[in-house]
């Protein structure tokens, strides 16, 4: 009998522990760590999306990690400190897709003080004047993966489903797959692009707004302008770009967890929305950005034609690693032109 109860006792105590383990809160000592570093902030918030962009920016002789306190883990992320010419950094990687993106970054901009976020990485072009290579900053960025999928039969005219409460718009446009069919007519209708609900800083809890297009800062984007003479590299070992990559902003730029191989969705996105750089985390860490109030930018070097080269190869096989370095180069040479630790650059 007393064994039994000590037995009972055991499991309860076993099964208690194993649900305080699966909390997902901020123990103690990370939070003291956090505290710690918070006081030597302000911080740069720089957000990379995968190892493949990651690495090169930790291999850079521009970034020098801080040496009492190199990184802090939570949550399944790692965030490194360093300095990157005169600017205290704290560097996150988000993981693929807009899930992973919104959550780093949420975490980043409530977890450390900041004064902005920078945002680099590779993209898909959809520009056919640019080249792979080239290093866009878009002034505007969307997450294109929001849809009201129509039902067959129904048309441009008539409401969408939900529409009336203002859940959904048909402001924004439309894909329809018919237009893309060989032959008969396609069940698949229309989607058409709908705004991100967002509950800003500003704003009251629990009342939505809308967004779409989310603006990146002004004050940074007229900053990145002093890069567009930046000197790139054209070749991959033997393998080089018919010309030299260049540096350029450019008008918008969408993103939606969806990997755009396809020549013909490529050529949709650019005539519907202008869009340059197609890739799958910028509008989370942008829509994120925008409703915490937090400067941001987001530096994209394009690899590959999303769909519109060769139906031999995708070109980031090639190209890929180059384009990864590029975005690295011109983020560092961004930082630098930042003005010193400490002080606010100047809002339009
Ligand atoms: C449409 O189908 C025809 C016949 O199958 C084919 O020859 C043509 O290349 C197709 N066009 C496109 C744009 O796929
Ligand atoms: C370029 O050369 C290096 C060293 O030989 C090699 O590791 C790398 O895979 C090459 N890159 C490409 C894209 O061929
Ligand atoms: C599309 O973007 C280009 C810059 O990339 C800009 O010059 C042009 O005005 C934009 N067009 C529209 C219709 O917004």
Not at 74 to 81: H, M, N
Not at 103 to 129: C, E, M, P, W
Request: proline share 6%; net charge negative.
């Amino acid at each position: 009998m007393g064994y039994f109860l000590i037995g009972v006792l055991v499991v309860v105590l076993f099964i208690g522990n194993v649900i305080e383990e699966a909390n997902g809160e901020i123990s103690p000592t990370v939070l003291s760590k956090i505290e710690w570093m918070n006081k030597r902030g302000p911080y740069l918030g720089i957000v990379a999306p995968n190892n493949f962009e990651l690495n090169p920016l930790l291999a850079s002789q521009a970034y020098v990690p801080y040496p009492s306190l190199p990184f802090i883990d939570f949550a399944g992320r790692r965030f490194r400190f360093g300095k990157i010419s005169n600017q205290r950094v704290v560097i996150v990687m988000t993981g693929l897709g807009m899930v992973n993106a919104g959550v780093a970054t949420q975490l980043l901009v409530s977890l450390f003080r900041l004064k902005g976020v920078l945002h680099y990485g590779i993209a898909g072009n959809a520009d056919v004047n640019l080249e792979i290579g080239d290093v866009t900053i878009p002034k505007y960025w969307a997450h294109s993966g929001l849809w009201n999928w129509q039902r067959y039969g129904d048309g441009i005219d008539d409401e969408l489903a939900l529409e009336a409460p203002g859940d959904y718009t048909r402001d924004i446009g439309y894909l329809q797959f018919s237009k893309y069919t060989n032959g008969s007519d396609n069940l698949l209708n229309r989607v058409w692009y709908q705004p991100e609900e967002i509950f800003p800083v500003t704003g009251t809890p629990e009342v939505r707004e809308h967004i779409f297009w989310v603006p990146v800062d002004k004050s940074y984007l007229n900053l990145a302008r002093q890069l567009e003479d930046t000197k790139l590299p054209q070749c991959v070992n033997t393998t080089c770009l018919p010309r030299p990559p260049k540096v350029t902003i450019v008008d918008r730029g969408v993103s939606a967890s969806v990997f755009v191989d396809n020549a013909a969705y490529r050529t949709f996105l650019r005539s519907k929305f202008n869009a340059t750089a197609v890739e799958m985390e910028s509008a989370a860490v942008a829509l994120i950005c925008h409703q915490q109030s937090i400067p941001f930018v987001v530096i994209r070097a394009l690899s590959d034609l999303a769909g519109g080269g060769s139906d031999m190869s995708n070109e980031a096989d090639i190209f890929g690693s180059l384009a990864a370095q590029n975005s690295v180069d011109v983020l560092v040479k961004f930082v630098g032109l930042l003005p010193p630790y400490g002080s606010k650059i100047q809002s339009e």
